[in-house]
């Protein structure tokens, strides 16, 4: 099976711009969605598909990739962006899926 | 309101069984793909199974031959048969339904989670 590779950590000044990544051989086949988890919460999607957000989701968060690696980019971070970030996608063949090893992102 | 409550947590002895429930309102869960999702206690999520649609079942590889999953489409429960339990099943587990995510997969509802813990 495959893998997804997080970063396990990353941190952004209040109002400045960062990228998540998450790279793995099923990304050059599938589009990964991403959820953001608070402590004590359910995870919650933000981005699916190439960049699409569900409604709700501020246009802040922007998805993009390249080759084998998918980026969750957080434009203007605020505090309340401050969470763990998961990658998820569908497994090189298809029918079983894997999560990233998620990134904390901490919002100095 | 779309809304997935689980239920059926607890504490088991090693080598139990438990079944946990999800059952769903303003969804279909005949007519969704639903997932099963475990947390460890300070772990990242872990796809545990889908099932589709269809019927078809697919499983990860922690618990496959272990887990079971099924519905109820009268009661609209999703069910996931836990057997021979570890204690490196405990976790929270959280059900969800498969959004229209072309090209790829996603979760767009969820649970809030119920809680197993495996211990003697």
């Known amino acids: 099976s495959s893998e997804l590779t997080q970063d396990p950590a990353v941190s952004v000044a209040l109002g400045q711009t960062v990228r998540i990544s998450c790279q793995g051989d099923s990304l050059r086949k599938y589009f990964p969605s991403w959820y953001q988890q608070k402590p004590g919460q359910a995870p919650r999607l933000v981005m699916f598909g190439k960049n699409s957000r569900p409604p709700g989701i501020p246009d802040r968060f922007v998805g993009s990739d390249t080759g084998n690696t998918a980026y969750l980019t957080v434009t203007g971070a605020q505090a309340g962006d401050e969470a763990d970030y998961y990658c998820y996608c569908r497994d090189s063949d298809g029918d079983h899926r894997i999560f990233g090893g998620g990134t904390r992102l901490t919002v100095l | 309101e779309m809304k997935l409550v689980e239920s059926g947590g607890g504490v088991v002895q090693p080598g139990g069984s438990l079944r946990l429930a999800c059952t769903a309102s303003g969804i279909t869960v005949s007519l969704n793909h639903m997932t099963w999702v475990r947390q460890a206690p300070g772990e990242g999520l872990e796809w545990l199974s889908t099932i589709y649609s269809g019927g078809n079942i697919y499983y990860g590889a922690s618990v496959k031959d272990r887990f079971i999953v099924s519905r109820d489409n009268s009661k609209n429960i999703v069910y996931l048969q836990m057997n021979s339990l570890r204690a490196n099943d405990t976790a929270v587990y959280f059900c969800?339904?498969?959004?229209?995510?072309?090209?790829?997969?996603?979760?767009?509802?969820w649970g809030q989670g119920t809680t197993v813990t495996v211990s003697s």
């Open positions: 969800a339904r498969d959004g229209f995510c072309r090209g790829g997969a996603c979760m767009d509802v």
